[in-house]
C-alpha cells in the first residue's frame, strides 16, 4: 500500500511569489493535515480538511490556504512568500479523519520550500 | 488539547531499554496519549498510543500513570536505529495534533 506522497520535495522560491503543494493521501484515508516544520516553532499545525471540508485551522495569516480534492488529495497554497515561511511542509493522512481519538496520522516526506 | 512536557534530550546505550517521560498533568478525561518519532527531517512516524491502561506493541510500550498526568515510552532494546526526536503528544480527535518541542534521543554503540 503506497504511502503519503508529497510533491515537491524541493522547492526554492523568492519573496513574494507564493507557491502550491500537494499531497497524495493514503488509499483510503479521508482525512489530510498539513503542518509547518521549522528549527525555532517546531511542528504546527495549519490545517486539517475531511471529505473537502475544513475542519480545522491553525493560527497561521490568511496567506496560507489549502482544500481537497473530491479523490481526497489536497493542496496548500502559500502566497506573498516571506523569508519566514521556510520550512518543512508536512502532510499527514488519516483513516477516521481525526474525529474519533484513536485515529494515528501518516506522514509523507514532506515538502521542503526555501524562501530567498 | 493538553499541553506536554518533555525532557530536550536523552542518551541510551545501544541494547539497553530506552525511557522516555512524558508530562500531560492537564489532560483531560477523554484525551489520548500518543507517541511519535521523527528520524532526521523525514515525516514523523506513529509508534503507540492508549488511554489509560498500559499498551504493547512490536515496537515499543507505553506505561500511563493511574492518575494520568504522566507517561513512559519504553524501547525495550534500543538500537542506532531509535535515534530521533520523540514526540508525546495527548489528542482529543479536535482534527488536530498539538506537537510539543519533544525529546531528542541518541542511541550510543
Known amino acids: 500500500k503506497a504511502g503519503v506522497t508529497q510533491t515537491p520535495r524541493y522547492l526554492i522560491k523568492t519573496r513574494g511569489q507564493q507557491v502550491t503543494l500537494s499531497c497524495s493521501p493514503i488509499?483510503?484515508?479521508?482525512?489530510v493535515s498539513w503542518y509547518q516544520q521549522t528549527p525555532g516553532q517546531g511542528l504546527q499545525f495549519l490545517f486539517e480538511?475531511?471529505?473537502?471540508?475544513?475542519?480545522n485551522k491553525g493560527n497561521f495569516p490568511g496567506r496560507f490556504s489549502g482544500r481537497q480534492f473530491s479523490n481526497s488529495r489536497s493542496e496548500m497554497n502559500v502566497s506573498t512568500l516571506e523569508l519566514g515561511d521556510s520550512a518543512l511542509y508536512l502532510c499527514?493522512?488519516?483513516?477516521?479523519?481525526?474525529?474519533?481519538?484513536?485515529?494515528?496520522?501518516?506522514f509523507g516526506e514532506g515538502s521542503r520550500l526555501t524562501v530567498l | 488539547d493538553a499541553k506536554t512536557t518533555q525532557p530536550t534530550s536523552m542518551d541510551c546505550a545501544e541494547g539497553r531499554a530506552a525511557n522516555l517521560p512524558c508530562n500531560h498533568s492537564t489532560i483531560s478525561g477523554n484525551e489520548y496519549v500518543y507517541w511519535y518519532r521523527q528520524i532526521h527531517s523525514q515525516g514523523p512516524q506513529y509508534i503507540i498510543h492508549?488511554?489509560?491502561n498500559n499498551e504493547t506493541n512490536e515496537m515499543a510500550s507505553l506505561i500511563i500513570t493511574e492518575d494520568r498526568k504522566s507517561s513512559t515510552l519504553i524501547l525495550p532494546h534500543a538500537t542506532l536505529r531509535d535515534t530521533a526526536v520523540y514526540y508525546c503528544i495527548v489528542h482529543s480527535g479536535t482534527y488536530k495534533y498539538i506537537f510539543g518541542t519533544g525529546t531528542r534521543l541518541k542511541v550510543l554503540a
Open positions: 499527514a493522512s488519516s483513516l477516521e479523519g481525526g474525529g474519533r481519538a484513536t485515529g494515528e496520522l501518516f
Open positions: 480538511y475531511f471529505s473537502e471540508t475544513q475542519r
Open positions: 488509499s483510503g484515508h479521508r482525512s
Open positions: 492508549g488511554l489509560k
